[in-house]
């Protein structure tokens, strides 16, 4: 994803990550991944249950997902095919072409 950051701002959209880690291990993945877009801690796991993506194999985590929420906060599109299977940046821009 960091990759193709700048690609998916120049659609017009915002990458925002959300992991189950505690705040200070968020922003040590930040730092050792040199990540530019926002990445949440959510260890509750109240956006993650949300958006039904705790992982079926281990609730303590989030299987790889996407949704691409419009401004008015519907959902015009998500993954959540595969388990432990990140959704190709280039699905993502093709889809936010859609719109």
Do not use: C
């Amino acid at each position: 994803m960091q990759q193709n950051y700048a690609k998916i701002q120049a659609a017009g959209a915002e990458l925002i990550a959300i992991s189950s880690d505690n705040a200070g291990d968020t922003r040590q993945t930040v730092q050792n991944h040199g990540l530019k877009f926002p990445v949440l801690a959510d260890t509750d796991k109240e956006a993650i249950t949300a958006y039904n993506v705790v992982d079926p194999g281990n609730n303590r985590i989030a299987r790889p997902a996407a949704y691409i929420v419009q401004q008015d906060g519907t959902v015009a599109w998500k993954s959540l095919n595969g388990v432990a299977v990140r959704v190709p940046t280039a699905e993502i821009l093709t889809e936010l072409g859609k719109l």
